[in-house]
């Protein structure tokens, strides 16, 4: 089956840390992206990667505190997040594409999507 799986959300307080992960499976990505919605609020990129160099981009909202990163031979990506604060609770999303498109931020370039995994923090 072709899907992306996520882990790694959860409850912390501010300043703490919590890394997500998304392993994608029967399925090769291009770039892998992940977004976040907040209740009433429309899902925005919070980071992607390229598999064959390791390019990535960021929002500025986590510049500074989030990283992006992949191990290719899992097939996954993982969302390292520090300093977090309260309006990062979100859920959030990966999202994968063969492709490379022309913005990284938009839901229309990614072919699949995870379950979401919930951030929450107080």
């Known amino acids: 089956d072709v899907q992306l799986v996520e882990s790694g959300g959860g409850s912390v307080q501010a300043g703490g840390s919590l890394r997500l992960s998304c392993a994608a499976s029967g399925y090769r990505y291009s770039r892998m992206g992940w977004f976040r919605q907040a209740p009433g609020k429309e899902r925005e990129g919070v980071a992607a990667?390229?598999?064959?160099?390791?390019?990535?981009y960021l929002a500025d909202s986590v510049k500074g505190r989030f990283t992006i990163s992949q191990d290719n031979a899992k097939n996954t990506a993982y969302l390292q997040m520090n300093s977090l604060k309260p309006e990062d609770t979100a859920m959030y999303y990966c999202?994968?594409?063969?492709?490379?498109?022309?913005?990284?931020?938009?839901?229309?370039?990614?072919?699949?999507w995870g379950q979401g995994t919930q951030v929450t923090v107080s």
């Open positions: 999202a994968a594409t063969r492709g490379y498109g022309v913005s990284w931020t938009s839901l229309a370039e990614y072919s699949i």
């Open positions: 990667i390229y598999s064959s160099d390791g390019f990535t």
